[in-house]
């Protein structure tokens, strides 16, 4: 756990950067958290809505259990108290796609308090983030305005979809720790089952409060950026953020409390409406709803569902693998990755230390820059566990060396062959036998006499030269170790 600052020099001093996220993640439900109506994504306009959805009269809300267990189970992800009562809350304001005129929430009392989540830097270094609370509230419809010239059109399918906000505390100091937060979250989730984390199709949203201080002093007026939906978008907004402020304050103006929008094709944030103090929403208890009362077996029966969860298994790959901090954070905190590597494991002939680092090394290194290169998600990886294993044991067992390794990782991802196949057809496997490499040293020494009076008169630089013409004549399929130990020997005066 460390603590280290991330100043920004401006032209008058350092500032600090804070950062507190309201992250909204769609509640993974066949049903709403009122309504039995279905949460499928894509269907057409207002074919998945109840008479609650639509806000009709009368209709009476029916709490999910469902959703109040996924809840649960996110609280405890987030090492969070868990309430014992909450209360659901109706939160007031005209929209044209709330027909209700409210919508539900929960304000004073959540369903869960104060817990934290831990995240890595690349750096090396972890921090935790507070997490204030979570809170399960309705979503809203969606408003079309490109339908028609005149006209809004509006689409309930979203209606009364249960949403967790969860919010932090603001413990975010830079870019990189909040899209290390909300990487890490969504990992968890997605872990979780509770949430699909598919920010492109809205499951999972932030707003973004930045704000500026000095050094040491209290927080500054923050700005407020609605609904960012993807990690990539939350940098370039917070980027923007800080220097639209830094001008702002460092010119002795002041920063407004304000809502501000993401422009993505201009990479700027721009104001939406002026913050909510002044908004009245006038809470208060849904009468429609009793408080939401969980007892201890209730509780215990949920927690017992829980599987490992990422920072148990980062715990247990630092204990049980050696892995470092930061291997171990990136192995285990997507569900993915995860089953990746611990499949991988199970093929590598002998998994110690030394193997599994090199394993990790390779899902890190080149797995995940291929996956990268082509956008693809590792569970489409062209590369399987198997394969990528079986590799490792190539090298671990010196059949052949790291650097063939990468010609041929890059010739499994281009086919899908496995590692064996290739190695067999082109030849590939690693030249170990002294007398061989000898007979190739001394032809290289022959033919270069003069350099090797100039080594051997204390030009010690030549020795890589020797290297490489070794390695030239044998393809590169020439033991380093070996080639390196006899050419010591050979080039004794
Ligand atoms: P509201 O409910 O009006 O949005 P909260 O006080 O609940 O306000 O805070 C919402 C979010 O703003 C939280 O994530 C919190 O960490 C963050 N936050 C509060 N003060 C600041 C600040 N000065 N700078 C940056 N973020 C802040
Ligand atoms: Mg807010």
Avoid at 56 to 77: H, S, W
Wanted: proline share 4%.
């Amino acid at each position: 756990m460390s603590e280290k600052n991330n100043y920004i020099q401006g032209e008058t001093g350092p500032w600090e950067v804070v950062i507190g996220l309201e992250v909204h993640a769609q509640v993974t439900s066949k049903a709403k958290l009122f309504s039995g109506a279905s949460t499928a994504f894509g269907g057409d306009p207002n074919t998945q809505v109840s008479f609650i959805d639509a806000g009709f009269p009368g209709m009476l809300p029916v709490i999910n259990d469902f959703c109040i267990e996924q809840a649960i189970k996110t609280g405890f992800g987030l090492n969070a108290q868990i309430n014992k009562t909450s209360i659901f809350d109706r939160k007031n304001y005209f929209y044209a796609d709330l027909p209700q005129g409210y919508q539900i929430s929960q304000h004073l009392y959540p369903i869960v308090g104060r817990g934290y989540l831990e995240i890595e830097l690349e750096d090396g270094t972890v921090k935790r983030i507070n997490i204030t609370r979570l809170h399960l509230e309705q979503d809203a419809g969606k408003s079309i305005h490109d339908q028609h010239p005149s006209k809004t059109y509006i689409d309930l399918n979203r209606s009364g979809i249960a949403l967790m906000e969860i919010v932090s505390e603001p413990d975010i100091r830079s870019v990189e720790e909040a899209q290390a937060y909300i990487k890490k979250l969504r990992g968890l989730l997605r872990y979780l089952g509770t949430c699909d984390g598919n920010m492109e199709q809205g499951s999972l949203r932030a707003d973004v409060n930045v704000s500026l201080r000095r050094p040491g002093e209290d927080y500054g007026t923050r700005a407020e950026i609605k609904n960012v939906n993807s990690v990539r978008f939350m940098g370039q907004a917070i980027t923007y953020e800080i220097q639209r402020q830094m001008e702002i304050l460092e010119n002795g103006g002041q920063v407004d409390q304000e809502t501000r929008l993401f422009d993505a094709s201009k990479g700027i944030t721009r104001s939406m409406r002026n913050k909510e103090d002044a908004h009245d929403y006038r809470y208060f208890p849904d009468p429609d709803l009793p408080p939401l009362v969980l007892s201890d077996e209730e509780i215990e029966r949920i927690r017992a569902m829980l599987p490992e969860l990422p920072d148990a298994k980062k715990a247990r790959f630092i204990r049980d693998y050696q892995l470092s901090a930061y291997d171990a954070g990136v192995l285990s905190s997507e569900l993915e990755t995860v089953s990746y590597f611990e499949t991988a494991l199970t093929y590598l002939k002998e998994a110690n230390e030394k193997s599994i680092k090199q394993l990790a090394n390779w899902i890190i290194g080149e797995l995940f820059a291929a996956l990268n290169r082509d956008s693809l998600l590792i569970e489409a990886s062209k590369v399987s566990p198997q394969s990528l294993a079986e590799l490792i044991n190539f090298i671990y067992e010196g059949t052949i060396s790291g650097r063939l390794a990468k010609d041929i990782f890059a010739e499994m991802w281009e086919t899908g062959e496995y590692p064996d196949k290739i190695i067999n057809t082109k030849g590939l496997i690693q030249v170990s036998d002294e007398g061989t490499i000898a007979t190739v040293i001394e032809k290289i020494l022959s033919e270069n006499q003069d350099k090797v009076t100039e080594y051997q008169s204390g030009k010690d630089k030549l020795f890589g030269f020797f290297v490489g013409q070794v390695m030239k004549m044998m393809q590169g399929k020439g033991n380093p170790a070996i080639i390196n130990k006899i050419l010591l020997e050979k080039l004794k005066p």
